[in-house]
């Protein structure tokens, strides 16, 4: 359906795979006033069995935060690609499944509309 107001927050999932920046210039273009969320959701592989395997926590705590690390700066590359300045848009990476942390998100925020 049609929108019947302006977008005011759109979020926009994001996975780095060659989709990713289309999906960004998409949401500009269709929203180009609205603030901008861009999300990254991650797991961290094997978590459950490295932690059962007696890995310490404090070890894949800091796995965990490399993983973010890495998210935000390829989200950092990915914004600069599709021409958004610095600090022009919400970027939240978080550790989870990325069904779940887009319906949150997008309730968490009141997005109006997700970008795909």
């Known amino acids: 359906a049609d ?4 977008y005011r927050r759109v979020l926009a999932p994001v996975d780095f795979s060659a989709s990713s920046l ?17 999300l990254h959701s991650y797991e961290v592989p094997f978590a459950g ?11 894949l705590e800091r796995y965990a935060g490399s993983a973010r690390q890495e998210a935000y700066a390829r989200m950092a590359a990915l914004c600069e690609a599709a021409g958004f300045p610095p600090g ?12 779940l942390d887009i ?3 997008q309730r968490e925020l009141a997005c109006d509309l997700v970008v795909m």
């Open 22 to 38: 289309p999906a960004l210039r998409l949401a500009r273009r269709v929203a180009p006033d609205a603030e901008l969320v861009l």
């Open 88 to 99: 022009s848009v919400r970027q939240t990476v978080r550790e989870g499944d990325p069904s």
């Open 3 to 6: 929108a019947t107001a302006p």
């Open 103 to 105: 319906i949150d998100l």
């Open 49 to 59: 069995k490295l932690h059962y395997a007696g890995v310490a926590d404090a070890v």
